[in-house]
């Protein structure tokens, strides 16, 4: 099983650490409102944590969506917030281009689940020496991260893991099927559970994407009872105004129980 650390996160241990934050960086001061916020909350319960938010949401289900503030801008922002709180920030990457500007800053790529076999971007990240974070595409089975770990360690990437996210089933709709998680660390690769992506509706607003967020909670605790390495989770102050995948985040306010429950359940689980 790899081994890292990213920053104080130690990764591929078998105890849990937490991607959490916003899906969309949709401003300066909001985005160091959640940071600071989800810092005290995961300090008082104990809870290791990477901070989240992307710079672009390029794969909106609208071409009138917003986006974010871009590669340079929102890497600045993140690489502050980082550097100030003294937490490890991860944020998507799109281009190969995009992953040298925000390798300055950034701690862990993030390849988007729509990219996670786009050679050249892989070779990118890996080439940059950053940690990799890969999101098992939704139209991908298990196995098929195979192909995609060997491109990793072809580029020299020795810091990588996998995220599931859910896997589509019919239409307007995904799948989290727990036997995936044993499945994909069998393959000796930490694995990652995505509890707000997985409970999505691609398109399933139509001009938006819809989703089951109170669903989220229930299927990061299966995942932890399963056993992953961490559990990553959208986080917003007010989803119902969020400008990017508001069915989908856990409020705020609700956060702190959730993470309780989900350490309560790791420990319950995984006792000796």
């Not at 078998?14 to 995961?42: N, Q, S």
């Not at 609208?62 to 993140?78: A, F, H, M, Q, T």
């Not at 036997?179 to 999505?200: K, Y």
């Amino acid at each position: 099983m790899i081994q890292f650390s990213i920053g104080n996160i130690k990764v591929g241990t078998h105890d849990p650490f937490f991607v959490l934050g916003p899906c969309g960086l949709e401003d300066e001061d909001f985005a160091w409102r959640m940071a600071r916020a989800l810092k005290e909350i995961t300090d008082r319960v104990g809870a290791p944590f990477i901070f989240k938010a992307s710079y672009d949401k390029a794969n909106r289900t609208s071409v009138d969506s917003y986006r974010g503030p871009g590669v340079k801008e929102g890497c600045r922002i993140l690489g502050e917030i980082g550097k100030e709180l003294g937490v490890p920030v991860t944020t998507d990457i799109h281009t190969p281009e995009e992953c040298e500007i925000a390798a300055e800053s950034i701690d862990l790529l993030q390849i988007p689940a729509f990219l996670c076999r786009q050679t050249d971007l892989l070779a990118a990240a890996a080439q940059t020496g950053r940690p990799v974070n890969v999101k098992k595409g939704q139209f991908l089975a298990p196995w098929d991260i195979a192909p995609i770990i060997g491109k990793l360690q072809h580029y020299d990437c020795q810091k990588y893991f996998i995220t599931e996210r859910g896997t589509t089933f019919g239409y307007n709709n995904l799948v989290a099927d727990m036997r995936s998680l044993p499945w994909i660390r069998e393959q000796g690769v930490p694995v990652i559970f995505d509890a707000t992506h997985s409970v999505q509706r691609p398109g399933g607003l139509g001009g938006t994407t819809g989703g089951d967020g109170v669903l989220a909670p229930v299927l990061a605790r299966s995942a932890v009872a399963a056993g992953v390495d961490g559990v990553f989770m959208e986080v917003h102050e007010n989803p119902e105004k969020a400008l990017s995948d508001g069915p989908n985040q856990i409020p705020l306010d609700q956060i702190e129980s959730v993470l309780k429950r989900l350490i309560a359940v790791h420990q319950a689980a995984h006792a000796d």
